[in-house]
């Protein structure tokens, strides 16, 4: 079946890096995501990932992805107050087009 | 600032009320969704419309009632809910490329109560 697992919390000091982890057990799929939400806000898609790809870089954003072991990681960089948000890491199911989710990963910055 | 335009952003109503959901995008794209978000959890799909038809119900209860009017909205038409039914509703567009989805942009939501 499919499942997608994430840790539940995750808090770090303002100009770390954070790394957002994702395992996941359907290895069909082409696109791998990684959605951002804040407080009270809709779900802002971050980046992604094609399945044939290790990494991808944008900015402060360094997705990695190891398709052996079906994990899927989000680095941010310099991490800002202003990063702080529930991360869900999702994978499109290639028949139906159906997005499954993680449980989401939410990520304190303290000062 | 979303490219998927949600309305209302809050809704409060009784049991026995009617109401509607509306959505719109116009970056072209042929696939919308409706799911619903409880608190801290993920979204959960409701429907999917392919090019203005209805591709998948995902057994949602028939006081949801989904309509496409065409390629640029989207409404969700809401009666007799309960108040399990309060939550986040989002709505999501996708291009379609070779019959298989591309990424999916959010909304911002319509954060909906059930008195």
């Known amino acids: 079946g499919e499942d997608v697992e994430q840790s539940l919390f995750l808090s770090v000091r303002e100009g770390d890096s954070s790394v957002i982890n994702c395992t996941y057990t359907d290895s069909s799929s082409t696109y791998l995501y990684w959605y951002k939400q804040e407080p009270g806000a809709g779900l802002q898609l971050l980046t992604y990932i094609f399945s044939n790809m290790d990494m991808k870089q944008d900015q402060r954003l360094t997705v990695l992805l190891n398709k052996k072991d079906k994990h899927l990681s989000l680095r941010i960089a310099d991490t800002q107050t202003g990063d702080s948000a529930i991360y869900f890491c999702?994978?499109?199911?290639?028949?139906?087009?159906?997005?499954?989710f993680g449980q989401g990963t939410e990520l304190s910055v303290k000062p | 600032d979303t490219e998927v335009t949600q309305t209302p952003k809050h809704l409060v109503m009784g049991m026995t009320n009617k109401k509607s959901l509306k959505c719109e995008q116009h970056?072209?794209?042929?696939?919308m969704y409706w799911y619903k978000q409880k608190a801290k959890k993920p979204p959960e799909l409701m429907f999917v419309y392919s090019y203005e038809k209805l591709s998948i119900n995902e057994s949602v209860p028939s006081r949801f009632s989904p309509e496409c009017p065409n390629s640029s909205l989207l409404n969700l038409h809401l009666h007799a809910l309960q108040p399990e039914d309060s939550a986040l509703y989002l709505c999501?567009?996708?291009?379609?490329?070779?019959?298989?989805?591309?990424?999916?942009?959010f909304g911002d939501g319509t954060r909906l109560s059930i008195l």
């Open positions: 970056m072209g794209h042929r696939a």
């Open positions: 999702a994978f499109l199911r290639n028949q139906g087009g159906k997005l499954i």
């Open positions: 999501a567009s996708s291009q379609v490329y070779r019959g298989r989805a591309q990424p999916q942009h």
